[in-house]
């Protein structure tokens, strides 16, 4: 068996670095009171990758600013090492779905802003930044402006500036959901690569199942409004990976018992969104 | 292409502007050489440019011009400070901004150079009249655009800035202003376009100064050729501080 499904504890409880605990998050709405988030509740380990998953309407984004601390007024509670946060927490680093490079910074710039708001020394900076430049593949492009690169290398430049603060956490939202299918294996080759590299927790919030089976260690599957947990689905494929494995029968099992828990909610979000209209 | 072609090439705009402008130059003399058009009240292009030498000499053309010059590089660097300034308190401060907005907006219509004799009574007749009428009118398009340059920065752009636990100046001055930068600038090239108007417009009015007291002298003279010589030279003037805006936008870009 190489997947398994199971209730939100497990072996990763003993030690979260990240822990969310019954998070609801509701918002007034012209026809009342809309609850995004409901009760939502998950541990992430250390150099865990998880993914939260669900049809658009979910509270998916809805999550990513509260664990991002966008978000301030919520119910329950979000710890980092055991640590509550209120706020945004130098340990969780965030990377949007919109494109969000500063147009008027070149690419080093870009990515020593986060070194510049520390004061680590000029030296230092330009140091760490080709570091991570490089690690995101785009050495030799750290004089160019972000008018001068393609979505793909866009995104890839917000990447290497939130890993270059360092956080203990990687958060992102959806980031490559404005990319082509092909350009999105190959940066998800790229996320896996650099996970590797330096074991780097990271929440994914995404709607795409390849993404989140390429890359998870596990992935939450989120009910349509209320947005809940409706399963947690631990991937077993080994690691480490490559986009190869989209070709292996084990992915397309992931990607089925995903998807046979997903299309209800999707079909219900679509159903709900139709009769709105 | 090679380096010599692509320069022609990219040419070609200024050399069918000017094309344009010399053609249009020719038409108008020829409809006054042909008495189409009364050479009293239009003098004809050829006699314009042929005045130029007489007014160098005899006007002192250049220094008006660095006059006049010199009274809009006052008025830009002051409407650059005061406009900038209070565009931003305008965006911080959402009530100020809900009840100035549209009276600064209605201010940029205002006949205000007819208000000239007030200045008059407080600073003379001097050069401080010239650049503070100068500057009042510049100013409305500065602090709106300011206004909206700031409030029009990307949300996910001030998210980031959250994210890395900006402070509120760090804020303004790391992701809002360089943000606003280019809308600043359209308002900055719009105030002084005001300005410049307004400068020359009281040199006229108060026979003082640069290109504007010498057009009112020639007007005055009936020297319609030298009169529209020197406004050629108020257009030139103009054309500088258009261009210097640019390079001042994209030096401050990159600071």
Redesign the interface.
Same mark, same amino acid.
């Given at each position: 068996m190489t997947l398994a499904s199971q209730p939100v504890s497990n072996i990763w409880a003993d030690m979260p670095i990240l822990s969310a605990k019954g998070i609801s998050k509701k918002f007034e709405t012209a026809e009342g009171p809309l609850i995004a988030v409901n009760n939502v509740s998950f541990d992430v380990a250390p150099g865990q990758f998880l993914s939260v998953i669900g049809p658009s309407g979910c509270g998916k984004s809805t999550l990513f600013n509260i664990i !991002? !601390?966008?978000t301030e007024a919520y119910d329950g509670t979000v710890t980092v090492a055991g640590e509550t946060v209120r !706020? %945004?927490h130098?340990s *969780?680093?965030?990377i &949007?779905q $919109? $494109? /969000?490079t &500063?147009p008027?910074?070149t690419v080093l710039d870009n990515v020593c802003? %986060?070194l $510049? *708001?520390s004061n680590t020394p000029k030296a230092q900076r330009v140091e760490k930044a080709r570091h991570f430049i490089s690690l995101v593949g785009l050495s030799g492009f750290e004089k160019r402006y972000p008018a001068e690169l393609s979505g793909g290398m866009r995104q890839r430049v917000a990447m290497a500036r939130?890993l270059a /603060?360092e956080p203990k956490i990687l958060l992102m939202d959806e980031p490559f959901a404005a990319l082509d299918e092909q350009t999105r294996l190959l940066l998800g080759d790229k996320v896996l690569q650099i996970q590797q590299q330096l074991q780097q927790t990271t929440l994914l919030i995404t709607h795409n199942i390849a993404e989140a089976v390429q890359l998870s260690d596990r992935i939450l599957v989120m009910s349509y409004r209320p947005g809940k947990v409706k399963r947690v689905v631990d991937i077993k494929l080994p690691r480490p990976r490559t986009s190869e494995i989209v070709t292996s029968a084990e992915f397309g099992m992931c990607v089925a018992q995903v998807w046979n828990d997903l299309r209800e909610e999707a079909t219900r979000g679509m159903q709900e969104a139709e009769r709105l209209r | 292409m090679n380096a010599a072609a692509a320069m022609m090439l990219r040419s070609v705009p200024a050399a069918v502007g000017l094309a344009l402008f010399l053609g249009l130059a020719g038409v108008a003399e020829i409809l006054l050489r042909f008495g189409v058009l009364n050479r009293f009240v239009v003098p004809p292009p050829s006699d314009i440019a042929a005045s130029f030498g007489r007014l160098f000499a005899e006007e002192h053309l250049l220094t008006r011009f660095l006059a006049t010059s010199q009274e809009c590089l006052y008025a830009m660097v002051l409407l650059a400070i005061i406009g900038v300034a209070a565009g931003t308190a305008l965006q911080q401060m959402p009530l100020l901004r809900r009840a100035c907005e549209t009276w600064i907006a209605s201010l940029a219509s205002a006949p205000i150079v007819l208000m000239y004799p007030l200045f008059l009574v407080i600073f003379g007749r001097s050069n401080a009249t010239i650049i503070v009428m100068g500057v009042i009118a510049g100013l409305p398009p500065v602090i709106l655009k300011t206004v909206e340059g700031l409030s029009g920065t990307r949300k996910v752009l001030l998210d980031v800035g959250r994210s890395f636990s900006l402070t509120r100046r760090q804020m303004f001055l790391k992701i809002m202003l360089p943000a606003a930068l280019p809308t600043i600038f359209v308002g900055l090239r719009l105030g002084l376009i005001f300005s410049l108007i307004n400068i020359v417009g009281v040199e006229f009015l108060i026979n003082f100064g640069g290109l504007g007291q010498l057009i009112n002298d020639l007007a005055e003279r009936y020297d319609l050729p030298g009169m529209y010589a020197t406004i050629v030279f108020v257009i030139l003037v103009s054309v500088l501080f258009f261009l210097a805006t640019e390079r001042l936008e994209r030096w401050v870009g990159r600071a």
């Open positions: !991002g !601390g966008l !706020g %945004p130098p *969780i680093g965030m &949007f $919109e $494109e /969000s &500063f008027w910074r802003f %986060p $510049e *708001i939130t /603060s | -």
